[in-house]
Each structure stands twice: as C-alpha cells, then as structure tokens.
C-alpha cells in the first residue's frame, strides 16, 4: 500500500507541476537579453484585463527583440501563492516584475523589500518609497466618462445597469465617471449598481446582468472582464458598454464601446529603462492624452449625433479643457459635494469611498 | 418582459442552477458506487471546451451540430473520467489526490485552457441552446416563465433525475449500484461485479459532468472564456451531499444555489438593502449544517454517504 500512495503523490504531483502554467520565448541569443515577468490574476485569453496586459508583453518583446526575454505566470491567485510565484520568478533570473492585479500588492511589496536588485511595478498600486518599487495605472475613468455618454444617450427608460466587481476606489471612481457622463447628456439617467464580489466569473456577470434589465435597465455597463453581460444584452435586446476589450464585432447588435488600454507602450519604455540601467521608481499614471487609455471603435447602437458629442469631449480632455471630476458635484443624497471650480483630487480619486448624484446603489462596508 | 421578483429569481435559479445539476446527478452515481470524484471542475471544463470547440468548427445544420457538440462533452467528461477510474479503482491510488489532480491538470491553468489556445476559441460559438418556448407554455401566466422557458438542457436533466432515481431505487442494477457503494466485499460475495460496477458509474458521472460543462460553454457563456466554470464543479460535490446521495434532492440543491445567487443579484437590483456576501454564502452554510445532520447515528444509516466511499477496494483484504 505504502507504495503506491508514493506512486500517487508523485503522480500527482507531477500532474501539479504539469498544470501549473508557463511560458518562456527566447526571442534570441545575442548577448543575455533582460529577464522581464509578468504575473496575471486571470487567463491571457480572458478577452479583457489580462489579454490587455499580455498584449503589451507581446509590444515589448515586438519592440526589445533579441534585447529581452519575457516570462508570463496567468490564473495567480490573490492569496499567498504570489509570494511564492515571485521567488520562483527572481530565482529564474528576471529583472523587472510587472504585477497587474491590485490584490497582488502585499506580497509584491513584501518581495520588493526582500530583494533590492530586482524591480517591482505593480499595476493599479499603492505607492510606497521602497526605491525599487513603482506603480502604474491610468486614467480609465476619463475613457469611462466618454462610454457613460453613449449609454446616456442610448437609454430609453433612463436607467443603466453596472455589473460591479469589487467595491473598491478604482471600481468606485470609474462608477462615478461613468455616471457622470451619462449624466453630462441625459439629466434624467441614473445607474444601478449590483455587485458581484469577483472579478472572473462569467456566469454571475451575466446573471447579474440579467437581474439589471427585469429591474429596468435597458443599458448594461461592464465593469470586469468578461463579455458575459453582452450575452446577456444580446438575449435581452438592450444595449451594451464593455471594459478593457473591443467587442464590436462580437456583438454588433447591442455594442455601444468601451474603455480600453494601451499597456505596451508603459512596459516597454519601463524594460528598456532596464536595459538601459537607468530605471527609477516612479508612479505612472497615463491619460487619454498620451494614449494610455481610449474608448473602442462605436457600435451601430450610437448615433452619429453622439458620436460627435462625444469625439468632441474627448477632444477637450486631451487638449486639457475638460476636468471629467469638476465640480459642481452632488453626492447621491443630493448634497454639494465637490463645489463649482474645485475638482476631486488625484488623492481623493484614488481611494473615493462614495457615489455621485445619480447613482442608484451603495457600496458595502 | 416579466419582472415580479418571485418569476425573476425563479427562472434564473433554474437557468443557473443546470449545470450544478448535471454535475451534481454525475456525482450521484460516482459516490452511490463509493468513488469520490474531486476531478468535477475539471471534467466540466473539458466538456465545456470540446463543446465549444465542435459548436464554433463543424459545420451543419444546427441541431445536428448541438447534438455533436453534446456529445463530444459527454465524450471528454468521460474520458477524463476514465482516467481518474483507472487510477482509482485499478491502481487503488488515493481518490482525493486523483480527483484533485485531474481538477488541476484539465482546469482553468491547464489542459482546458490549453486546448482552448491550441484552437483559437475566443469569438462566441456558432451554435447554442437556445431557450425555446415548450408546447407554446412560455406565455402561461406565472409558470410560463418559471417552467416553459429553458433551453433543451434543462428538460434533458429533469428527464435524468426521474431516469436516475427510477434506476438507483427501482431496478436491480441500481440496488446492486448501492450494494457496492455501501459494502463491496459484500456485493462481491454475492457475484456483483464490483470493478464493472465502479469504472462504468464513474464514467457515467464524468459523462454528466461533461454535460454540467456543456451548459456553461452553450449557453450560460456562449464565448470560451478560461476557467469559465469559476468553481461550480466543486459546489456540484458539496451538492451531491447536501442532496443526501439523492437526485431530487440534488436537484432542490442545484436550483436553491441557483435562486440565492440570482436573489443577492437582483434584491441589488431592485434597491433592496442587504449585504450581497451573507446571502453568497447561504449555500455553504447549508452545506454544512447538513454535513452536521448526516454524520449523526440515525441520519447517518438512512441518509449518509454509502459507507464505503471513498475506500478502494481490493480483494485479498477480505
């Protein structure tokens, strides 16, 4: 019996190791290219926020060439695995560890103390002086203002459903922004907000997606990374604003757009920083200005109209003309918030704990 | 659009609540034969994928194509099923460790996403189960929606759990199914073949699985996404438990996990204050207040697990 429960274990944990996901390119062999990671919270194919992300991976190595070699650890969970997957990434041999979940933090920032020769960035992160730590992220919210104002215009019954992931300052903050511009075009829509704890998890988004639209709301806005609340738009007949990926010709009856990122650019500029040796710490924080963020390609459910509206909009933000935060701003109990000619600062915006005027819902404690 | 919140949740219970049965009646007939089978995530993500690969490649007429693309789910939940039978009931090696395994090499970070690279699954599917409108029944008032308005899959598995509990408590192929769960040496006394009985149960259970998986890739989520089953497989095995090693229970199970997930969903809808959390966790609570009750003297004789789950059975130690 004894051995065979060995055999068992070795089997098994071969299977593990089997399973356990990872990918090396050698893109070359002139000199020793730079060691970069990167380490994801969902699948590279999710068709959003981790697809975003490898994309960008793929710009630096279509960018570097034989300079770098990039390595990719997906479907990390946000526990105290990462610890582990860290060490195993700096014992390999990598240089710079691009982290792109916010729950991948603490142990980040722990493997940042632990091992000065080694740089950190961790997308959608904290701050923090350790001097090989950086933090990257960038303005969604403004790409997000632009897609609450296709929904504005589109809604017929005035109310628009949010499938929420977490309610966290940058869930929040894009929440806002969202509503804001529906709000910018269309006074009387309001945004009703479900919260589905996860940020992978198909089946919920769309149920969630559908418990929007027989409450009423005949647009649905996607705030995690699932196309899963288009097929629930798609069913249901009711328009729909994606995140993180263009999904146009997926859903050309019900799309609308989408906030969308361009990572490629920040990476690469960051792994030849490295090479270079002259990396510093720094955090990034990218705009539609310098094309870090961009709405989608409009689906048919836009008018022409609007569709001017918005490029207009979105004109004066790049040109610096339009503050999407400016005041006057009303918190949902209808109470001045944010006075005309101040705006919500970048401090205040990054760990807002409240919903504007508008707003159909809470945030639980 | 009908929206009375009852109608809503019902509905969508159902609707949801599919796939946890499929998977849940496969784990139904793998544990009343005493095989535990942790490999359900991954069987159903197998399905899911090959599923969803036969929907968006073949070419053909509809139902045809849904028909292949059923069966080829029910071809890789058996498969990986196979696998763990051998390995189990073969090898005798550790069941958790087996079903684990399998969970993990064709899970979210394994063989199903692989595949599902390998061929460029990321458009939606060609083909789906749609809902259809039975007999012209949709339109009734109330039972309408709740009832007459599902896709294909959901009628299939309430033909099952009638077929299934015909089988385990009415025919004599069921009653020696649960002779080897409960006491092999026993069943094998009598001239049951104890082997014969596990691999073709455990593979039955692979088989639903699979379907469990094929909701998900044809329906629920009609696009491939990684890992798309987001654990269901393993709250179908806590069902298996929770519904007493019974399929209409195992269905009061699937569809009961099914309307807290979409009540916490649409009470925020609606404006109703509540915390989202608390009623997430309603099924797992329950869970466990029923592994409570069955692990007591008297629940445990009448409702338990088959006694000998989980145990390999192997002649010579008669």
């Given at each position: 019996?004894?051995?065979k429960?060995?055999?068992t274990?070795?089997?098994?944990?071969?299977?593990?190791?089997?399973?356990c996901?990872?990918?090396?390119?050698?893109?070359g062999?002139?000199g020793?290219?730079?060691k970069?990671?990167?380490?994801?919270?969902?699948?590279?194919?999710?068709?959003?926020?981790?697809?975003?992300?490898?994309?960008?991976?793929?710009?630096?190595e279509?960018?570097?060439?034989?300079?770098?070699?990039?390595?990719?650890?997906e479907?990390?969970?946000?526990g105290?695995?990462v610890?582990?997957?860290?060490?195993?990434?700096v014992k390999?041999?990598?240089?710079?560890?691009?982290?792109t979940?916010f729950?991948?933090?603490?142990?980040?920032?722990a493997?940042?103390?632990?091992?000065?020769?080694v740089?950190f960035?961790h997308?959608?992160?904290?701050?923090?002086?350790?001097?090989?730590w950086?933090?990257?992220?960038?303005?969604?919210e403004?790409?997000t203002?632009?897609?609450?104002?296709a929904?504005?215009?589109?809604?017929k019954?005035?109310?628009?459903g949010?499938?929420?992931?977490?309610?966290?300052?940058?869930?929040v903050r894009?929440?806002?922004?969202?509503t804001l511009g529906?709000?910018?075009?269309?006074?009387?829509?309001?945004?009703?907000?479900v919260w589905i704890?996860s940020?992978?998890?198909?089946?919920?988004?769309?149920?969630?997606?559908?418990?929007?639209?027989?409450?009423?709301?005949?647009?649905?806005?996607?705030g995690?990374?699932?196309?899963?609340?288009?097929?629930?738009?798609?069913?249901?007949?009711?328009?729909?604003?994606?995140?993180?990926?263009?999904?146009?010709?997926?859903?050309?009856?019900?799309?609308?757009?989408?906030?969308i990122?361009?990572?490629?650019?920040?990476?690469?500029?960051?792994?030849?920083?490295?090479?270079?040796?002259?990396?510093?710490?720094?955090d990034y924080?990218?705009?539609i200005?310098?094309?870090?963020t961009?709405?989608?390609?409009?689906?048919?459910?836009?008018?022409d109209?609007t569709?001017?509206?918005?490029?207009?909009?979105?004109?004066?933000?790049?040109?610096?003309?339009?503050?999407?935060?400016?005041?006057?701003?009303?918190?949902?109990?209808?109470a001045?918030?944010v006075a005309?000619?101040?705006?919500?600062?970048?401090?205040?915006?990054m760990?807002?704990?409240?919903?504007?005027?508008?707003?159909?819902?809470e945030i639980?404690? | 659009?009908?929206s009375?919140?009852?109608?809503v949740i019902?509905?969508s219970?159902i609707?949801?609540?599919?796939?946890?049965?499929?998977?849940?009646?496969?784990?139904?007939?793998?544990?009343?034969?005493?095989?535990?089978?942790?490999g359900?995530?991954g069987?159903?993500?197998?399905?899911?994928?090959?599923a969803?690969w036969?929907?968006?490649?073949?070419?053909?007429p509809?139902?045809?194509v849904?028909s292949?693309?059923l069966l080829?789910?029910?071809a890789?939940?058996?498969?990986?099923?196979l696998?763990?039978?051998?390995?189990v009931i073969?090898?005798?090696?550790?069941q958790?460790?087996?079903?684990l395994a399998i969970?993990?090499?064709?899970?979210s970070?394994?063989?199903?996403?692989y595949?599902?690279?390998?061929w460029?699954?990321?458009n939606?599917?060609?083909?789906?189960f749609?809902?259809?409108?039975v007999?012209g029944?949709?339109?009734?008032?109330?039972?309408?929606?709740?009832?007459?308005h599902?896709?294909?899959?959901?009628y299939?598995?309430?033909?099952?759990?009638v077929?299934?509990?015909w089988?385990?408590f009415?025919?004599?192929?069921?009653?020696?199914?649960?002779a080897?769960?409960?006491?092999p040496?026993?069943?094998d006394a009598?001239?049951i073949?104890v082997?014969?009985?596990?691999?073709?149960?455990t593979?039955?259970?692979?088989?639903?699985?699979?379907?469990g998986?094929?909701?998900?890739?044809?329906s629920?989520?009609?696009t491939?996404?990684?890992?798309?089953?987001?654990g269901r497989?393993?709250?179908?095995?806590?069902?298996?438990?929770?519904?007493?090693?019974?399929p209409d229970l195992?269905?009061?199970?699937?569809?009961?996990?099914?309307?807290?997930s979409?009540?916490s969903?649409?009470?925020q809808?609606?404006?109703?204050k509540?915390?989202?959390?608390?009623?997430?966790?309603?099924?797992y609570?329950?869970?466990i207040?029923?592994l409570?009750?069955?692990s007591?003297?008297?629940?445990?004789?009448?409702?338990?697990?088959?006694?000998?789950?989980?145990i390999?059975?192997?002649?010579e130690?008669?």
């Amino acid at each position: 019996m004894k051995r065979k429960l060995l055999v068992t274990l070795l089997v098994g944990s071969m299977l593990t190791a089997a399973a356990c996901s990872d990918s090396k390119k050698d893109s070359g062999s002139s000199g020793s290219p730079v060691k970069a990671a990167w380490i994801y919270v969902g699948p590279t194919n999710d068709g959003g926020w981790t697809t975003a992300h490898d994309n960008g991976r793929k710009a630096v190595e279509a960018a570097l060439g034989s300079k770098v070699l990039t390595t990719f650890k997906e479907n990390v969970p946000e526990g105290p695995e990462v610890a582990q997957v860290i060490d195993d990434l700096v014992k390999d041999g990598n240089k710079i560890i691009f982290a792109t979940s916010f729950g991948f933090g603490d142990a980040m920032l722990a493997a940042a103390k632990k091992y000065p020769d080694v740089k950190f960035e961790h997308a959608t992160g904290i701050p923090n002086d350790a001097p090989n730590w950086s933090t990257f992220y960038g303005a969604g919210e403004q790409s997000t203002y632009l897609a609450g104002m296709a929904a504005g215009k589109a809604t017929k019954s005035n109310t628009i459903g949010f499938v929420a992931p977490f309610p966290i300052p940058e869930v929040v903050r894009h929440i806002n922004a969202y509503t804001l511009g529906a709000r910018s075009v269309n006074p009387k829509a309001t945004v009703k907000v479900v919260w589905i704890n996860s940020w992978f998890d198909p089946a919920k988004e769309r149920q969630a997606a559908e418990s929007l639209v027989s409450g009423g709301a005949d647009i649905i806005a996607s705030g995690g990374d699932s196309p899963a609340p288009g097929d629930a738009a798609k069913a249901a007949g009711v328009g729909w604003t994606g995140y993180d990926s263009d999904q146009g010709a997926n859903y050309p009856d019900v799309w609308l757009t989408a906030a969308i990122y361009d990572w490629g650019t920040y990476y690469t500029k960051e792994v030849q920083a490295v090479i270079d040796g002259t990396w510093t710490k720094g955090d990034y924080y990218g705009n539609i200005a310098d094309g870090f963020t961009t709405i989608a390609p409009y689906g048919k459910r836009v008018d022409d109209a609007t569709r001017a509206l918005i490029d207009a909009k979105k004109a004066d933000i790049i040109a610096g003309k339009f503050d999407i935060f400016a005041g006057p701003i009303n918190d949902q109990s209808g109470a001045e918030k944010v006075a005309a000619g101040k705006s919500i600062d970048f401090g205040e915006q990054m760990s807002i704990q409240w919903f504007v005027e508008g707003v159909d819902g809470e945030i639980p404690a | 659009m009908n929206s009375n919140l009852f109608i809503v949740i019902a509905a969508s219970a159902i609707y949801y609540g599919t796939p946890l049965l499929f998977s849940a009646l496969g784990g139904v007939l793998t544990e009343r034969s005493g095989v535990l089978n942790l490999g359900v995530e991954g069987m159903m993500l197998l399905g899911a994928v090959c599923a969803s690969w036969t929907a968006s490649r073949v070419d053909g007429p509809g139902w045809l194509v849904l028909s292949l693309a059923l069966l080829a789910g029910i071809a890789a939940g058996s498969a990986a099923a196979l696998l763990h039978a051998f390995a189990v009931i073969t090898l005798r090696v550790n069941q958790t460790v087996s079903g684990l395994a399998i969970t993990i090499l064709a899970g979210s970070a394994g063989l199903s996403s692989y595949l599902a690279s390998v061929w460029d699954l990321k458009n939606p599917v060609k083909h789906q189960f749609g809902k259809l409108d039975v007999f012209g029944l949709g339109d009734m008032p109330i039972l309408g929606p709740i009832l007459f308005h599902h896709t294909l899959l959901t009628y299939l598995s309430w033909a099952l759990v009638v077929l299934i509990s015909w089988y385990l408590f009415r025919t004599r192929a069921g009653l020696q199914l649960r002779a080897v769960g409960e006491s092999p040496q026993t069943a094998d006394a009598v001239g049951i073949n104890v082997v014969r009985t596990r691999y073709v149960h455990t593979i039955l259970g692979g088989a639903l699985a699979g379907v469990g998986g094929v909701c998900f890739s044809l329906s629920i989520v009609p696009t491939w996404q990684d890992g798309m089953t987001a654990g269901r497989g393993w709250i179908a095995i806590a069902l298996v438990i929770f519904g007493f090693w019974r399929p209409d229970l195992a269905m009061v199970g699937a569809y009961v996990f099914g309307a807290f997930s979409s009540l916490s969903l649409t009470l925020q809808a609606r404006g109703v204050k509540i915390t989202p959390q608390l009623l997430d966790s309603l099924p797992y609570v329950m869970t466990i207040a029923v592994l409570v009750v069955v692990s007591g003297g008297w629940a445990k004789r009448r409702l338990g697990a088959p006694a000998a789950l989980g145990i390999p059975y192997e002649r010579e130690e008669r």
